[in-house]
């Protein structure tokens, strides 16, 4: 099939799980086209069956706010025409399921659009009384909508009172960029965790994210002082974002300056999973948590919180733990439990990278991705 994939080419899941479903199809040898306003970021080396379309806004000083929307449509339908595409796939449902509509009435092909929507798209930006009516437009003209999970597909039609048939298809890593850790602390891993000063005896605490206020980072920190007290450990803090000076004040204000690690946007995420024990994600929103994932199949054990699709990824008590949103004294009591009994550690360990391996597996993913492209195509949904 020829598929056109736009998506947010930055650091975000959405743009990841796009690029990397791309480059899944594109191994299959579909003929991929990712039209975006850059590279998109996991793409490190040109790869067969993959063509890059840039979107170069016009900056024309008339123009207040640069008319991203309309530039990418007319770069899909100019593609779609070229290329003679069979069918786009558009990830985040603003602007990009839109700009999909658009640039079918403007290309000379009545080319099929699949829409995967991704969380904030529907729980943030839906409840915008400026955005709710064009997230439904390009909801209800899309031929097929998928989310993330079942609990973003049951919030979407709540939240934008859409009747939309909406298909779950869950995230996934691709297996070998998450390589499992080894059980026995390898030499490599030592010297990057001596590399950032934490001492072999001490616990790694992992939490990954764009330090949104929806990430509950202070839960996180709080979490982490009650460990910290019990256990000799560390808290790695990757990425950037608006709170991330808030979260700096409370580590000041607990003295857990030198205990906690800001170590900014990172790129390569996977060599901080390999020296972790534990990963902390306790969001008051999440549709999915896609770093769960990339943690998980690394091998290090999640407590996450009951929000939005969490608990589908976590099966609690079985494959890691889940606590209320804001309740640091559940999340730490199970903190210390992991962190002071190896075995229990092990076997969820086990039970996590087994589960991981079935539920979420590329393969499996890519093939039900497969199926929808081939069921629009043969006119589901008509
Ligand atoms: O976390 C964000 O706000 C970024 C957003 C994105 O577009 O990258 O993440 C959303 O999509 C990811 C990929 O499907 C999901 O794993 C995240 O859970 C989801 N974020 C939220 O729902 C808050």
């Keep these: 099939m020829k598929i056109g994939i736009t998506c947010y080419p930055s650091m975000g899941g959405s743009g990841i799980i796009a690029t990397e479903l791309g480059i899944k199809l594109a191994e299959r040898g579909h003929d991929i086209h990712f ?128 009747d939309k048939d909406i298909v779950p ?35 790694v605490l992992i939490h990954v994210s764009n330090f949104r206020s929806v990430k509950r980072i202070d839960t996180i920190v709080d ?9 000799p450990s560390k808290l790695l803090l990757l990425g950037d974002g608006p709170e991330l000076m808030n979260v700096k004040k409370q580590a ?10 800001f170590l900014g946007k990172q790129n390569w995420v996977s060599d901080f999973y390999q020296i972790s024990d534990i990963k902390l994600l306790l969001s008051e929103k999440e549709s999915f948590g896609l770093s769960l994932l990339e943690a998980m199949k690394t091998g290090v054990v999640p407590i996450g919180s009951t929000a939005g699709g969490i608990k589908e990824v976590i099966k609690h008590n079985e494959t890691g733990y889940i606590v209320n949103v804001g309740d640091s004294e559940a999340a730490s009591k199970y903190a210390i439990e992991l962190l002071t ?42």
Excluded at 174 to 194: A, D, H, M, Q, V
Excluded at 355 to 374: A, G, H, M, P
């Design 35 to 162: 039209i975006t306003s850059n590279i998109p970021f996991r793409i490190r080396k040109p790869l067969p069956n993959i063509t890059f379309h840039q979107v170069e806004v016009n900056q024309y000083s008339v123009f207040q706010y640069p008319p991203y929307d309309i530039t990418l449509s007319t770069k899909i339908a100019e593609v779609v025409n070229e290329y003679d595409l069979d069918l786009l796939h558009m990830h985040y449902a603003v602007p990009h399921a839109i700009c999909g509509i658009l640039a079918k009435h403007m290309s000379e092909k009545d080319i099929k659009i699949m829409t995967t929507l991704h969380g904030t798209d529907i729980t943030v930006l839906g409840y915008d009384h400026s955005l709710k009516n064009a997230i439904k437009f390009g909801i209800e003209g899309s031929d097929i909508v998928t989310s993330v999970s079942q609990s973003l597909a049951d919030q979407t039609k709540e939240i934008i009172e859409t």
């Design 252 to 261: 000041r204000s607990l003295n857990l300056e030198d205990k906690i690690l």
């Design 341 to 382: 009994k190896p075995e229990l550690y092990k076997s969820m360990q086990e039970k996590m990278l087994t589960d991981v391996s079935e539920r979420f597996s590329s393969e499996l993913i890519t093939d039900q991705y497969e199926y929808y492209y081939k069921k629009m195509l043969e006119g589901y949904n008509d």
């Design 223 to 231: 979490t982490f002082a009650k460990v910290h007290k019990q256990i």
């Design 169 to 203: 298809i869950y995230n996934f890593v691709r297996e070998n960029e998450f390589p499992t850790k080894p059980t026995i602390p390898t030499e490599k891993n030592e010297k990057l965790k001596s590399c950032y000063g934490i001492k072999p005896e001490e616990k």
